[in-house]
């Protein structure tokens, strides 16, 4: 049973160009999370994304970021006109049930590393 | 606003040393809480989950214990593969769509 995959694990972009970072849940999840997290920094939530649905996406920044969770096909999280500010690693997680929900559990991916210079 | 803290920032042991990892958090009520451990480079792997106050897990050299405002991850005899950053997160009462990470701690153990 193949673990929740991203993809690239790392990326190079210049400042103004988009990034678009792709999370393959774990077989039989269909929640989804996305966080950031910058050196000597915890963990920062994102977004949470059910299929075809953004559940919550207080974490995320208003402008420049998006993220879709489709039908078929992985969860993308978007930047538009990076800035060096961007560069981070970002993780995807993917869990069975809900996060509220009592035994849940979030699985992470390896994470893609973005370089924006 | 509800808040992970975990300490300390780094710890350094020799190998067979035993030692516990603090996380606290405030009481907003818990939902769960969460026990990851991460290898540079890589993502987080889930270690344990506990819901109540005095619940206790453990694997392998590692137990964790929970209580109503902290949790302890214990390490008994550490080998140098123990080495890597652990992760608590914890899911509260009343944010029940978010997990709040604390910025961990680093564990290195000399051989």
């Known amino acids: 049973n193949a673990g929740v995959m991203q993809n690239p694990r790392h990326l190079v972009r210049r400042r103004g160009q988009e990034a678009r970072l792709r999370c393959s849940p774990m077989k039989g999840h269909s929640h989804v999370y996305w966080y950031r997290q910058l050196p000597e920094e915890g963990l920062k939530f994102m977004v949470y994304l059910q299929k075809e649905n953004i559940i919550d996406e207080s974490g995320m920044p208003k402008e420049r970021f998006s993220a879709e969770f489709p039908k078929e096909g992985p969860s993308i999280l978007r930047i538009q006109q990076v800035v060096r500010g961007d560069s981070a690693a970002y993780f995807c997680a993917s869990s069975e049930l809900a996060v509220f929900a009592a035994k849940n559990i979030q699985y992470f991916g390896a994470g893609t590393r973005l370089s924006v210079l | 606003e509800d808040q992970v803290t975990q300490s300390p920032e780094a710890l350094r042991l020799q190998e067979g040393e035993s030692s516990s990892l603090n996380c606290s958090y405030t009481v907003s009520g818990l939902r769960g809480l969460f026990w990851y451990r991460q290898d540079p480079g890589k993502g987080p792997e889930f270690l344990f989950t506990l819901y109540s106050a005095g619940e206790e897990k453990e694997k392998e050299r590692l137990k964790a214990t929970l209580t109503k405002k902290e949790s302890f991850l214990h390490i008994t005899a550490p080998k140098p593969e123990d080495s890597a950053t652990y992760l608590c997160?914890?899911?509260?009462?009343?944010?029940?769509?978010?997990?709040?990470f604390g910025k961990g701690t680093r564990l290195h153990i000399l051989p």
């Open positions: 997160a914890v899911l509260f009462l009343n944010r029940d769509d978010k997990i709040i």
